[in-house]
């Protein structure tokens, strides 16, 4: 019985990780809200979840090269944009501000977003890092 149980305990995690296709409905309500205001219009290509045992993430991919990752309460993580128009309405206003007079013409590719704040892509390789409270503290080229 207890040697069942083991097994049992050491096959748990490989039965609960690994991507999933999933229907935009089983995303959290914030992640569906997300896409609804800085994606409307655009067409999903595929939706995912990662039951990545403790961590649960999704990620939303679009026709034209976007791609969003949300954690398990659909607060976007990160967002990529390849070939299109990033959203800039999902950054802090001293984000944008910043961008805007000191990159006005390198538009943003990537955004990620954690606990401690964002780091911000440039299409031009730039890397900016930002605090939680949105002032730059990195320059890496």
């Excluded at 991919?61 to 791609?67: A, S």
């Excluded at 990529?80 to 961008?99: C, D, N, W």
Aim: charged residues 30%; aromatic residues 8%.
């Amino acid at each position: 019985m207890l040697l069942s149980g083991l097994l049992l305990v050491a096959a748990l995690p490989a039965c609960a990780s690994g991507d999933r296709p999933v229907e935009l409905s089983e995303l959290p309500a914030a992640a569906r809200q997300f896409i609804d205001t800085h994606f409307a219009g655009a067409k999903v290509a595929f939706a995912s979840v990662d039951n990545d045992w403790p961590d649960k993430d999704y990620t939303v991919g679009f026709t034209e090269g976007q791609k969003v990752e949300f954690d398990r309460r659909g607060e976007w993580k990160e967002i990529e944009t390849k070939r299109s128009a990033f959203p800039m309405g999902v950054l802090p206003q001293s984000i944008r501000t910043y961008l805007r007079q000191n990159h006005p013409d390198t538009p943003v590719s990537k955004i990620d977003r954690d606990r401690r704040g964002y780091e911000v892509e440039l299409r031009n390789g730039l890397d900016l890092d930002f605090d939680r409270n949105g002032r730059l503290v990195r320059i890496d080229d």
